[in-house]
């Protein structure tokens, strides 16, 4: 069993930045590719970034290259997604989730946290 807990959501302007952190214990952390994925109000959720289990590969949503970075501290069993210049579109629950290879479908994701709310105003 993994247990993760996202943080570090927030209200926001348009601009500005912001760094979400999952934490993850039960079970050993480099064992899994982690990966975000977001949901907007009355949208389905979408897979925003991902990161293998060494952290050799990443992947991201198209709309939010450039402007977010995945990485991770395994030693600190520690996931992160840091986000700049925020727009009002990316306002949603972020989740962080874990999976036994990078993937960016949702169904490869074995395990969720209950997310944290990113709310962009302009």
């Known amino acids: 069993q993994v247990q993760l807990v996202e943080s570090g959501g927030g209200l926001v302007q348009a601009g500005d930045s912001l760094r979400l952190s999952c934490a993850a214990s039960?079970?050993?952390?480099?064992?899994?590719?982690m990966g975000w994925f977001r949901q907007a109000p009355g949208k389905e959720r979408e897979f925003v970034a991902g990161?293998?289990?060494?952290?050799?590969?990443?992947d991201y949503l198209d709309l939010v290259k450039g402007r977010f970075t995945i990485s991770r501290d395994n030693a600190k069993n520690t996931v992160y997604l840091q986000m700049n210049s925020l727009k009002p579109e990316d306002t949603a629950v972020y989740y962080c989730?874990?999976?036994?290879?990078?993937?960016?479908?949702?169904?490869?994701?074995?395990?969720w946290g209950q997310g944290t709310q990113v709310t962009v105003s302009s």
């Open positions: 989730a874990a999976a036994i290879g990078i993937a960016t479908q949702e169904t490869l994701y074995e395990y």
């Open positions: 039960g079970r050993i952390f480099s064992s899994y590719a």
């Open positions: 990161i293998s289990r060494s952290g050799g590969y990443t």
